[in-house]
């Protein structure tokens, strides 16, 4: 009987045969080599060789006694295990499957050149990786495994790793026969990523669902410290609709981990590793290139179109050759097994300070006491339905895992074990908090949040919260374009399943406020600032060319995020907008910020673009606008210019972003203006000809038409969009637009808090309205409704 298969010899419907990662790497290597896709080469043992040793050993009794003894309570899931694992690794293996592997094991070395060249040695459940059901990390995998006598050792302990704790408890769970489950070895040429680096894509965002992006973690060295949590890695996203567009470069998330540790090999001959730290440069450093990123992710799109699903993939960079290679792709079993038209969407109706903060796993909340857990050994100390806080998890913390009501660890990405088990059980997680053991107290009644986004929170407390579920296909269609406003690039996939047409509302201030907290003039002009706030921002923009090459990257790569969820349609983004006293809490702001009286109607929006106190920090903004529009091909996007006085001022700030290569016209570009000041009403015959479109601030215009001061707590009572004044000035700003022939929308709040005067704009024909999300819903159905009456 032939007990090997080549990968090319293997095909996707062969997973009962060799297991769902070798059927994988078999389909890989047949299939998509044509499309540039490189799989390090080797073979397979089969579902019969492991069934062979089976029956040469007799083993298949030792299991049923075990399984049974555990069953009945008469041994524990420990006992049973090791009982079970001792008796595979003193078993032998079948003369004719030792000799066929060898055998294979010399050819692989005649087609790589090498003689005892090293090989990973991998298992493959052939119940693994199912659509409903994620076996990954539950069999042991064996690197740079050399010479036959160690690789036939590594092969008989992948054979017992079938029994470890973890796998046993996860097929009693899923109702899978312990017997008919069998396990193939994967024997796969080495990969020499301790000396580069690897990490893991998904085709799909892992926390939201949202299916344009490909979603890319990366780390020095070995794969395990991202797969374990142990590192914080690298995190990458490519717009997957952009791919492959000519001159165009769509990663539009590019953040650096803190990668503070990488797994090399140990060197020691006995396929051993170990975990040394990394130094300054590499945990400044990224692991890829874009040239690279953008290779994982034709190469992740290519995987997901041949299979036809959202997929999880493992990939590994040679340090030899400097090649890339996907070593792994399962089915994503998560977001892709959800409802794509149901929202639950959660509110925190408590406030509270943060007491640690990290990435937020799903968007749930929760909350409880926290069980502190220092080591694996201290597992059985945890109390059911507690919030389990620790510092890393691996497979043997599942059991616990499904016990817990939240997750909080200190180390850990996106892609990490407790983001991935997490996400399976549908228990909220807050991964790579730092420092969440210290902070928080063991038996400290807690509240962790991850419903604002990519950022998750845990408070001191129980806070009240709520949810509510949304079936987004069931909201009505309308005439009125409606869209939504989005500030926070980390929240922007949460709302993707809404059915909106576009943005009609990014804030960039939001985005400097957030991922660049840096006054743009001061990264223009270091040298005027004090040393101490000068050295603070040599340390965050090191990695830069240059300090302006920050603030033109990170905000770029904003903007984006903020376009992308609902690409191709328009995404309206509004140039700073920022008052002088909150310019001023920026880092270095308070030297280039000049003192108001009310900086509420003082030096902001247009006025600053052209004023030589700020046009150098202008023309950053108008740099990062045309990367977004020209280098990344997000032509979808629209620049609007706020609170400009007068058709003068208009003037020159189109001639600013014209000396700054954002010319109204040229390359589609799109400039709107926001309609907020009376006189933007009043002279709309002037405005109009030097904008493609008007956008109402209702906030504003109330504001500068009643005279109220928008932020006084004692005038609140007589803030009301809906007063009769400022319900003429929309009227006569509607009918000057449409006599213009241009578009005229609205972004303001009013809408979203009074449908009553959503209803009002769609009497008066507005073109668009655009709303917050969370009142989406509700605001879209009286649109609806306003539109049928």
Known sequence: MTYILWFEQITIGQVPLVGGKNASLGEMVRELGSAGVRVPGGFATTADAYRGFLDANDLASTVEREIGAFRRGERGLQAAGSAIRERFLAAELPTDLSEEIVSAYAELGMRTGAVDHAVAVRSSATAEDLPDASFAGQQETFLNVSGNDALLAACRRCFASLFTDRAISYREAKGFDHLDVALSIGIQQMVRSDLAGSGVAFTIDPETGFPGAVIISAAWGLGETVVQGTVDPDKYAVFKPLLGKPGVVPIIEKAAGGKAIKMVYADDGDASTRVVET???????????????????NWALAVER?????????WAKDGNSGLLYLVQARPETVQSGREQNSMLVYHLEGTAKPIASGTAIGSAIASGKACVIASAGDIEDFVDGSILVTDTTDPDWVPVMKRASGIVTNHGGNTSHAAIVSRELGVPAIVGCGDATRQIADGQVITISCADGEVGKAYDGELAFTHEEIDVGALPETRTQVMVNIADPAAAYRWWRLPAKGVGL??????????IKVHPMALVHPERLPAEERAQIEALTCSHPSPGEFFVDRLARGIAKLAAPYYPHPAIVRLSDFKTNEYAHLLGGAVFEPSEQNPMIGFRGASRYYDERYREGFALECRALKRVREEMGFDNVIVMVPFCRTPAEADRVLAEMRMNGLERGKNGLQVYMMCEIPSNVILADQFAPRFDGYSIGSNDLTQLTLGIDRDSELLAHLFDARDEAVKRLVVEAIKQCHRAGIKIGICGQAPSNHPDFAAFLVEQVIDSISLNPDSFVRTIRSIAAAEAA
């Open 306 to 314: 041949h299979y036809g699903r959202p997929m999880d993939i493992e």
């Open 506 to 515: 990014a804030r960039m201030e939001f985005i400097i406020n957030t991922a």
């Open 279 to 297: 130094g300054a440069t590499e945990r400044r450093a990224l692991v890829l290139s874009d040239a690279e990123i953008v290779e994982l992710g």
